[in-house]
């Protein structure tokens, strides 16, 4: 089976299901929405073998024109919209890509690809022109992981592996039911994004509510007049909804109360004060249109407090762990077991998870097998060989613990990772949990950097516009008394910039530490 196929089938089990809300189309209705664009697609002159740039934020051509695609026999080239034309140059060079159906406002004088309009009208239907027979393993997607310069690295997707993707959601299926909504405001571009917003609707029959942008107060407008049921989001977001919460009760002075009622719900639920709960959770979960039932975080580790805040608004939050290259989450937290910070939970679906090259914390790198996984990255035989092992397992490069209960753990980036001149290791991700702590830092990145010939653990934080040098070098000294000696930060650099960050809200550390290296970054303490 390929995409347009699973497509199919999902119209086959909820014909008269809304798929896109916003625009009030039924999943029946959007097979025509697709034959139209594929009829379009084909005038334009594409056709089965070639491979089509799609460059746009969340709109419902985004959906229809990659469906369209894989129906004229097509391959499809994700492309961020956070790039500039010199990378989308190099992107589409390097796969043999001659058109790219984007929004008009990414249009350039492009030389080697030809634009089309994603957002031209299609009504007309070809019924001569049948969909293309594409096979399970022909690739779906082309995407680009470390970089879109240089010698970067080509991800291809199958169609079986994004069929296996969706697949997996089934053991979300205690809090994902079909007629309900997904918030779709991640981008589609992203596997994140398109695993929540494209995969998890096929697969459970849901409507999927699309949001081209991050606008705060356009996203609480939908959360409101449409209510979703399933909201995913990046860690950072998470934060971001539940400081503006916290500060707007605070503003009301009743903090006091509610965050006492939130600590103890499940005590006073047994004494007999659930209304009472209920009714000061109530309009925090209005915030989120009141229907709310299943958070999602990927991309990043979410922060414990976080994730209990809420969790003690009685909500489920789970922690996901993907990447491009396993078509989204493989693993993924279960709600009902107690966790800690950096918990992912077990393997879902088909996939299966070994930690290798342990050191004598337990602490190794993930190796990962299954359905999703991709097959090598393309015309890359070298990298290939050093990530894939003769069983098939995947070296996903990133530093992981089990618990007893078989609770993945992250511990950071295996090419993050600090070696100091002794030999020990320091994981960025945890400093960096420790020191966006600090009252005033909006960011933090921690990475490997050479003062006098040594190598020392280096932080570069974005603070408020009040901060100084000297109040964050006491606030870090603060925090450092709580980890071992050898992790401490005594050298970093601040600034009231934004640090550079991925479409998924990670810090670039390789820019910070060019910038930083570069002299960016003036003010210093070292």
Partial sequence: MNMYQFFEQTVSQYPDTLFLVRENVTFAQFVDVIRARATFLHKSGIAAGDVVGVLSHNIPEFISTIFAIWYLGGTVLMLDTNLTPFEYDNMTKIVGCKFVCAQKSFFYDAKDFKFIDIESKAKDIDNDLDSY???????????????????????????????????????????????????????????????????????????????????????????????????????????????KIIDNIKAQKKWWIVSFVMRNQKWLKKIGLAKFVKKVQQPILDVFGGRASLLIAGGAATKPEVER????????????YGMTETVGPVCCSRPVKKRVPFAFGAPIG??????????ENGIGVLWVRGHQIFGGYKDNADANAELFDERGFFNTGDMV??????????????????????????????????????????????FEHKINNKTVVYAVFSVEQDMTIDKLSIAITKQNVKIAPYKWVTHFAMTTDDLPVTSTQKVKHHVVRQNLIDGKYPDKHE
């Fill in 309 to 320: 805040f809420y969790e003690n608004l009685g909500l489920t939050f789970v922690q996901g």
């Fill in 401 to 446: 613990f089990i618990d007893k209960n078989g609770e993945y753990h992250f511990a950071g980036r295996k090419k993050l990772v600090i070696v100091l001149d002794s030999g020990k290791n320091v994981y960025p991700d945890e400093l960096e949990a420790l020191y966006a702590e600090i009252p005033g830092v909006k960011n933090v990145a921690v």
């Fill in 133 to 243: 027979p594409l096979e399970a393993n022909d690739v779906a997607i082309l995407s680009f992981t470390s970089g879109s310069t240089g010698a970067p690295k080509v991800v291809p997707l199958t169609h079986f592996n994004l069929i296996e993707g969706a697949n997996a959601y089934e053991d979300f299926n205690e809090w994902i039911k079909p007629n309900t909504i997904m918030y779709g405001f991640l981008p589609l571009y992203h596997v994140f994004g398109f695993a929540t917003g494209v995969l998890a609707p096929l697969h459970y029959g849901l409507g999927v509510l699309l949001q081209p942008s991050v606008n705060p107060k356009a996203i609480m407008q939908d959360f409101q007049q449409y209510r979703p049921h399933t909201i995913p989001a990046v860690p950072r977001l998470w934060e971001i909804f539940r400081n």
């Fill in 350 to 359: 088909c996939n299966e998870c070994e930690i290798r090259d342990k050191d």
